[in-house]
């Protein structure tokens, strides 16, 4: 295979993936692995990770490095300018020649997801985060830090404020809730107070896994339930409400996309969220994330190479959906 090509990386928490397309946004190689975020696997973890999803993708597309012309690299744990040389060492190990960017991995997912590459991206999945780039490429973002910052929206949080809200309601500071029964169910506590003692105790624990639970006790139409729902949208509306601030888009009409399976949850959340964000930004347009955020990375890689890329941009997320295993 001639001519050149672009190299996006997606790295994660949990899974991380590599996608190489031609110039003409044909994808024509892919590559996965595991975790890959240096705050779960340490920097060696992330060098090895970068290395084995990216000669995975180049024997996947049949080239070699020398004709990678642009990368992009977003890494989830890349949050913070101290974490800056961690990232760039990894990388700087690769045989790379071509011109690279390096961004959070929710900046990648609000390059795939939007017309021309910019806007806000807000994240809920596990956690939640929130970051946004205007046309010049100015960047706005929260801490993505969670609690101890004060942002929420996530899953770890739905659940948490589910516990809070089944405490609540037995020390009766709060409403009767059907998540009491639901969570008893989900790990087989033999009443209300075994449930509570269990939990403090540590025989019970729930993790973000158990979110789902809350929104099928909402569709069912437990009003507490609902009301967790409806604060999480208001909690991801406050973050994308500080990018916005920050990058002067309040009188813009801009994109927002909605990235993270929580969004898949129930459309109260992406509702609320956006009934909120329009309080202060009317033109804000939301948008759901529906290709692979490594996507993204390819776009960024060919930025780098000054390629006008929303020209090429369907092309690839159809090529991707073509080439990527079902």
């Given amino acids: 295979m001639t001519g050149r090509y672009f190299l996006g990386v997606d790295i994660g928490a949990t899974k991380s993936h590599a996608l190489i397309a031609d110039e ?26 970068l290395q084995t999803i990216s000669e995975r993708a180049l024997t996947s597309a049949g080239i070699t490095w020398e004709q990678i012309a642009g990368a992009g690299f977003g890494i989830a744990g890349y949050d ?21 960017g390096l961004v959070n991995d929710a900046m990648v997912g609000l390059i795939a997801g939007t017309s021309e590459g910019w806007g806000i991206g807000v994240v809920s999945g596990t956690g939640s985060n929130c970051w946004g780039r205007d046309r010049q490429g100015h960047e706005g973002r929260v801490t993505g830090c969670g609690a101890i910052f004060g942002e929420y ?52 624990t729930f993790s973000a896994k158990a979110a789902p639970v809350v929104f099928r006790v909402a569709a069912e139409g ?31 009409d801009f994109e927002v996309v909605q ?9 109260v959340l992406g509702q609320t969220m956006m009934q909120k964000i329009h309080e202060i930004a009317p033109g804000a347009r939301a948008v759901r994330l529906t290709v692979p955020p490594v ?20 092309t690839l997320i159809e090529s991707t959906a073509r080439l990527l295993p079902a």
């Fill in 24 to 49: 003409a946004g044909n994808a024509v190689g892919f590559g996965e692995y595991g975790s890959g975020s240096y705050e779960v696997v340490g920097p060696d973890g992330l060098q090895r990770a």
């Fill in 80 to 100: 913070w300018p101290a974490e800056l040389e961690v990232h760039q060492r990894a990388i700087d190990a690769l045989p790379l020649s071509a011109p690279y």
């Fill in 153 to 204: 929206g996530g899953a770890g949080d739905i659940v948490y404020r589910a516990v809070q809200s089944i405490g609540r309601a037995w020390t009766m500071r709060g409403p009767r809730t059907r998540l009491t029964e639901a969570f008893m169910a989900l790990v087989g506590a033999t009443s209300e107070l075994d449930l509570l003692e269990g939990l403090y105790l540590g025989r019970y």
């Fill in 222 to 252: 437990d009003a507490v339930a609902q009301g967790i729902i409806h604060w999480a949208g208001q909690e991801l509306a406050s973050l994308a409400a500080g990018v916005i601030r920050q990058l002067g888009f309040e009188a813009l």
């Fill in 259 to 267: 990235i993270g399976s929580v969004f898949n949850g129930s459309p």
């Fill in 295 to 314: 996507v993204g990375g390819v776009l960024l890689g060919m930025e780098q190479a000054g390629i006008d890329y929303p020209t090429v941009r369907d």
